[in-house]
């Protein structure tokens, strides 16, 4: 999901001042565009500005699977994405899907791991078990060590989670978290302006560190969750984190489309106009994804090396000159690859 904002001054039925990342006040839409696993497009959707992003993915797979006749679907998205409303509608649609889970969580679902191992993991450690599709009401029994098998039937009120310990990730997160410490601690010392700072807890208007919470951040760093209702005799857990990882290809497609295609800001002012540009974008997004599939050269690097490419006749007392261009070894293997069978 992105926002496309455009150059307008006064609202209409579609464009509407709404949430905007990057703040804006303008009048703009919401995208949803739908990819596969690699990235390629598959279809765009279009909604009004002040819409949540939330309610949107629903929509656009349902007309997905009618306009191609699919019946099973995997939807992976980030945690934002997906609400508790919108994985029980994708459930009942029967469609399965992986989406990331909050960490905050965390503490819950691996309650009997932390219980019966502390909060000791090992590198690329990955525990399966279940988390409650609301609240934090656990149908785990956490006396017993052994971590519970997922069942729609045994466990109605969970869904499938799946916990991964990585070392590199933690390194990562304790670098994040000791930022984070010490802009609190310059803050409680009014050395910085408080602002949302994390770690920072005001009582009786004297600001100091919040301890426990800081020991709770870092007795979780290194962990990456995933929910799912996709049952572990159909994907074991390491399928599910794979099939998480690969949401990149889609961080790149909306990189290329907003950046490389230049897909905003949007001058059209009709429904229909808006519509047009986004198909043309997502055609051109097509076009990027395959040309990069085939050579292996980013988008960007085969505009640059292919574009002076280009035959130039001048005329001379009536005889036409042609001069060609000067191809390089770079654009001659760009060349062959989409010449080959099969492209």
């Not at 509608?89 to 009997?112: H, K, N, W």
């Not at 159909?234 to 099939?243: C, F, I, P, T």
């Not at 051109?284 to 006749?313: C, E, F, H, N």
Request: proline letters at 4%; glycine letters at 6%.
């Amino acid at each position: 999901m992105t926002t496309l904002y455009f150059e307008a001054e006064r609202e209409d039925d579609l464009r509407k001042v709404g949430y905007s990342k990057e703040r804006r006040v303008d009048p703009q839409v919401i995208v949803g565009l739908l990819v596969d696993r690699r990235g390629f497009p598959l279809r765009i959707g279009c909604w009004e500005g002040n819409k949540a992003e939330t309610t949107t993915i629903i929509p656009i797979v349902e007309a997905f699977q009618a306009a191609h006749g699919i019946e099973e679907l995997v939807i992976v998205a980030d945690a934002g994405m997906l609400s508790a409303t919108n994985l029980t509608a994708l459930d009942d649609a029967r469609l399965r899907f992986i989406v990331g889970a909050r960490t905050t969580r965390a503490p819950g679902d691996l309650e009997a791991h932390f219980r019966w191992a502390g909060d000791a993991f090992t590198d690329g450690q990955v525990i399966d078990t279940i988390t409650p599709r609301r609240g934090s009401r656990s149908e785990r029994d956490v006396s017993k060590r052994r971590e519970p098998v997922w069942d729609p039937v045994e466990y109605p009120g969970s869904w499938r989670a799946v916990w991964a310990y990585s070392k590199k990730r933690a390194a990562r997160d304790t670098q994040t978290l000791t930022a984070q410490a010490n802009r609190a601690r310059a803050v409680i010392a009014g050395e910085r302006r408080p602002k949302g700072t994390r770690f920072v807890t005001t009582h009786a208007g004297d600001a100091t560190l919040d301890e426990a919470s800081l020991a709770r951040a870092r007795s979780l760093v290194g962990l990456k969750g995933y929910v799912t209702n996709i049952p572990a005799r159909l994907m074991d857990a390491g399928e599910v984190v794979s099939s998480y990882h690969e949401l990149w290809h889609v961080e790149q497609s909306f990189r290329m489309s907003k950046h490389d295609l230049r897909a905003r800001p949007v001058f059209h002012h009709t429904h229909d106009a808006i519509e047009a540009h986004l198909t043309v974008v997502m055609a051109a997004l097509a076009v990027a994804r395959y040309l990069q599939d085939v050579t292996g050269i980013s988008i960007k690097r085969i505009i640059r090396t292919l574009k002076p490419l280009q035959d130039v006749t001048i005329n001379l007392n009536g005889h036409n000159i042609t001069a060609q261009p000067q191809i390089t070894p770079t654009a001659a293997s760009i060349l062959k690859s989409l010449q080959s069978p099969g492209h």
